[in-house]
C-alpha cells in the first residue's frame, strides 16, 4: 500500500505508524484485477536457485536530488506531516533518523533541508522506471514495496555458464563482499553459480546509476530469504553475495525474531507469548505445539525460515492487482471524515484512468489511534457499479460530486 504518512521502503515493506500524529487513518482503493499470491513451497537447503535482493538507498531522498541536483551533498530530509520519513546518508551522520519528529530532527541537524514529500507520483514513476530496468536482465522480477525488487537469476547464470570456458572460471572473481569473508570454492557448482549471480547483481547496479542516477545495495542467495537478510549487511551502495555454508551464520545473527522477513507483528507477539525470542528459540520449539498454536501451514513455514529454508518464487508483479491512497490526519467530524475521503478518491481515480482498466470493487479503510503500532482497523468493501465503470472508461476528469 502506498501511504502519505509513512515511507514504503528500507524496512521490507512493514508498515511504521506515526502514533503520534494519526489520530485518524483513512484508506481508499479499488481492486483492478485478482491478486497474486506467492506459492510457499517446503524448501531445500541444496536449492541451485540464484536470487537478488535489490534494495535502493534512501529512495526517496534519491529522488528529491535527481530532481534537483543542487541538494547533492547536503544533508537532505524528506517530510510528510510532522515526520521526517526518510533522510540521506549525509543526514544520517549527523543524527537524523528516519521517522524522527521534524522539530527533533531539525535540533539534531540545524543544517538540514526538508522537501514535502506527501505526493508519491514522482517515487511511484520512478520505482517503476527501476523495476522495467530490472527486466531487462531477468522477465522473472517481484517488486516489494517502492525501493525493493527480488530478481530470479537462475537461468541467466545457466546462459552465461555455458558461454564460459573452463580458463574463464578458474579466473571467476565476485564483485562486492563475500558474507563472513567465506572463501570461495571454484570446483563447487553453487559457489560458481552465486558468484556469477553477483556479476550480474554488479550489472544491473551499475545499470541503475547509468540510466537512473540511483544507487542501491544487492544480495545474492540460493532464495529470497536468505537474498534480502543478506542484502543489508553492507549499506549503502554495496552488495553481498551468501555462499550456502554461511547461510546459518547470518541467520543467527539476528536479534530477534521480529527481524525475520515473513513473521510479521501479531505473529511476533503470539511467538514471544510461547517464549519464543531468538532464532534458536524457534529452532528448537515443539513443532507439535507450534502448530497447534499457529495452524499447522503457519508453524511450519516459520519454522523452516528459522533454518533459512524458503522455496517461495520469484513472482513477476506484472501491472499492480490494485490501487490504494492512503494518509493520516486529525478528525474530529463526520463532515472533516468525508473530506478526507473525497480528496484521497480524487488522487485514486485519476491514477485508475490513467492506468485504464476497469476497476470492479472498491473498499475503504479506517485505522483509529492507538498507542500500539497496529491500532484496530476496520474494512468496508462492495462492487464498483457498471455505470460508474462506464464512466471511468470514457470520462477523463471525474466529478466527485456525480458519484
Known sequence: MEELGVEPEEEG??????????????????????????????????????????????????????????????????????????????????????????????????????????????????????????????????????????????????????????????????????????????????????????????????????????????????????????????????QTVLLPESSQALIHSLKHIKEMPGIGYKTSKRLEALGISSVYDLQTFSSKILEKELGITVAQRIQKLSFGEDNSPVTPSGPPQSFSEEDSFKCSSEVEAKSKIEELLASLLNRVCRDGRKPHTIRLIIRRYSPEKHGSRESRQCPIPSHIIQKLGTVENIILRKL
Not at 524522527?100 to 543544517?111: G, S, T, Y
Not at 531477468?138 to 525493493?148: K, Q
Not at 551499475?206 to 545495495?217: D, F, K
Open 13 to 238: 515493506g512493514d508498515e511504521e505508524e506515526d502514533a503520534a500524529l494519526a489520530m485518524e487513518r483513512a484508506e481508499a482503493g479499488v481492486s483492478v484485477g485478482s491478486p497474486v499470491h506467492d506459492q510457499v513451497v517446503p524448501a531445500g537447503s541444496s536449492s541451485s536457485r540464484v536470487i537478488v535482493h535489490v534494495d535502493l538507498d534512501c529512495f526517496y531522498a534519491q529522488v528529491e536530488m535527481i530532481s534537483n541536483p543542487e541538494l547533492k551533498g547536503k544533508p537532505l530530509g524528506v517530510q510528510q506531516k510532522y515526520l521526517v520519513v526518510t533522510c540521506n546518508y549525509e543526514a544520517r551522520e549527523l543524527g537524523v533518523k528516519k521517522l524522527m519528529n521534524v522539530r527533533d530532527a531539525k535540533e539534531k541537524c540545524p543544517q538540514l533541508v526538508l522537501v514535502n514529500g506527501e505526493d508519491l507520483t514522482r517515487y511511484r514513476e520512478m520505482s517503476y522506471k527501476v523495476t522495467e530496468l530490472l527486466e531487462e536482465f531477468s522477465p522473472v522480477v517481484e517488486r516489494l514495496g517502492f525501493d525493493e525488487n527480488f530478481v530470479d537469476l537462475t537461468e541467466m547464470v545457466e546462459k552465461r555458464l555455458q558461454q564460459l570456458q573452463s580458463d574463464d572460471l578458474a579466473a571467476l572473481t565476485g564483485p562486492g563482499h563475500v558474507y563472513n569473508n567465506q572463501s570461495i570454492n571454484l570446483n563447487d557448482g553453487l559457489h560458481i553459480r552465486l558468484l556469477v549471480g553477483s556479476q550480474i547483481a554488479a550489472e544491473m547496479r551499475e545499470a541503475m546509476y547509468n540510466q537512473l542516477g540511483l544507487t542501491g545495495c544487492a544480495g545474492v542467495a540460493s532464495n529470497k530469504l536468505l537474498a534480502k537478510l543478506v542484502c543489508g549487511v553492507f549499506k549503502p551502495n554495496q
